[in-house]
T-cell receptor, first 115, second 109 residues
């Protein structure tokens, strides 16, 4: 079975540019999570969706970040304009439903470098 | 601010020994606890989940939970060099997970 699929795997761009990260959750999973991982701050939850609806975006650092989930099989995380401090690894994860006992399964991540 | 605390390590153990990884959490209402393994440059991979007090064993891995002490641990028996990775403890906060910063384990031959 396919796991969580993220694209691109690597992204290098100049500050000020728009960046779009993409995620396809595991088929049948109703919850989707976007995380950012850095050495300094570890793994931070940015936003999560249940049944395509954003539930909690309190982790989104500022208005430059936005996320959408137009259908059950696709989500995007957009940064506009990007800044060097946005450089990190961005993970998408999905779980079967929004219940706390359901484990989350991670994609391979997008390594983002903003020059 | 709900917190999950782990010693960053590195924890160095010889091959064949038992590695003991520890995690404490601040929210007494947490009900679900997970251990993830993350190899360098890779994504977190779920290795254990535990929901009730006591021990849960899966192969060489044993998770231990003590809700009264707000403490969860992971034991790895017969440690192998391939176990060298960062181990992340995750605790639920409602429908979300709060992750610790991880403990780096090094198993040397």
């Amino acid at each position: 079975d396919a796991g969580v699929i993220q694209s691109p795997r690597h992204e290098v761009t100049e500050m000020g540019q728009e960046v779009t990260l993409r995620c396809k959750p595991i088929s049948g999973h109703n919850s989707l999570f976007w995380y950012r991982q850095t050495m300094m701050r570890g793994l931070e939850l940015l936003i999560y969706f249940n049944n395509n609806v954003p539930i909690d975006d309190s982790g989104m650092p500022e208005d430059r970040f936005s996320a959408k989930m137009p259908n059950a099989s696709f989500s995007t995380l957009k940064i506009q304009p990007s800044e060097p401090r946005d450089s990190a690894v961005y993970f998408c994860a999905s779980s079967l439903n929004g219940q706390s006992n359901q484990p989350q399964h991670f994609g391979d991540g997008t390594r983002l470098s903003i020059l | 601010q709900k917190e999950v605390e782990q010693n960053s390590g590195p924890l160095s153990v010889p091959e064949g020994a038992i590695a003991s990884l520890n995690c404490t959490y601040s929210d007494r209402g947490s009900q679900s606890f997970f251990w993830y393994r993350q190899y360098s440059g890779k994504s977190p991979e779920l290795i254990m989940s535990i929901y009730s007090n006591g021990d849960k064993e899966d192969g060489r891995f044993t998770a231990q939970l003590n809700k009264a002490s707000q403490y969860v641990s992971l034991l790895i028996r017969d440690s192998q060099p391939s176990d060298s990775a960062t181990y992340l403890c995750a605790v639920n906060d409602g429908d979300k997970l709060i992750f610790g910063t991880g403990t780096r384990l090094q198993v040397f031959p």
